[in-house]
């Protein structure tokens, strides 16, 4: 595997549920961070996290719940999801945070909430 | 509160008609510009990386130029595979802000 991948590519799950998305790195990088992009809006960040350290949480609902147990995975924990919760969730991951470098990104997980 | 504007919101092309894009940005002490291209249902691949005024990169069809306000991202004689969103975000600090993209169709 290169790059940065993500599973589950799709995942449709009730409002009562509890899942997991999984994104892994391959880059060797020291930062991670979950988006969230809905249809027309730019990309919204959800979470940063730099030498697995939370370095932000950018005023996301509690449902959402990260975990970063290593600096090559990052996971993302949801429950008792709104279905305006319904979007691409992407995983990128740069050398360092607030660093003169570029993210990388996943493919996403395609999130439907029923 | 640092700001990513992108235009036009949708393009339309016929193959071989060039054409920009455009992203105008407020923002206090840019770091970096970057440009990403995004197909459907897939996350966004990068493209460019712009640090200073004046600054210009190529790859095969595209060149983006930047300014202190704004940069573009000129299309040469696209092809029906150029058809992508083009996401432009600006760093400032920590974080990348980005644009909503703009939504590029090129029709043979």
């Given at each position: 595997e290169t790059g940065v991948t993500q599973t ?14 999984k994104c892994e790195q391959h880059l060797g990088h020291n930062a991670m961070y ?15 996290y ?18 970063c147990p290593n600096s090559s995975h990052l996971f ?15 995983c990128a991951s740069s050398q ?6 570029e993210q990388f990104f996943g493919p ?7 | ?42 996350g966004?691949e990068f ?62």
């Amino acid at each position: 595997e290169t790059g940065v991948t993500q599973t589950p590519r799709h995942l449709v799950m009730g409002m009562t549920n509890k899942k997991s998305l999984k994104c892994e790195q391959h880059l060797g990088h020291n930062a991670m961070y979950w988006y969230k992009q809905s249809a027309k809006k730019p990309l919204e960040l959800m979470f940063v996290y730099s030498l697995e350290e939370r370095v932000e949480n950018n005023s996301v609902p509690s449902r959402f719940s990260p975990e970063c147990p290593n600096s090559s995975h990052l996971f993302l924990h949801l429950h008792t999801l709104q279905p305006e919760d319904s979007a691409l969730y992407l995983c990128a991951s740069s050398q360092e945070w607030a660093g003169y470098n570029e993210q990388f990104f996943g493919p996403g997980t395609r999130l439907t909430v029923l | 509160e640092d700001q990513v504007t992108q235009s036009p919101e949708a393009l339309r092309l016929q193959e071989g008609e060039s054409s920009s894009l455009n992203c105008s940005y407020t923002v206090s002490g840019l770091r970096g510009l970057f440009w990403y291209r995004q197909d459907p249902g897939k996350g966004p691949e990068f493209l460019f990386t712009l640090y200073s005024a004046g600054e210009e990169k190529e790859k095969e069809r595209l060149k983006a130029t930047l300014t202190k306000k704004e940069s573009f991202l000129h299309i040469t004689a696209p092809k029906p595979e150029d058809s992508a969103t083009y996401l432009c975000a600006v760093q400032a600090g920590g974080d990348m802000r980005f644009g909503a993209g703009t939504r590029l169709t090129v029709k043979p």
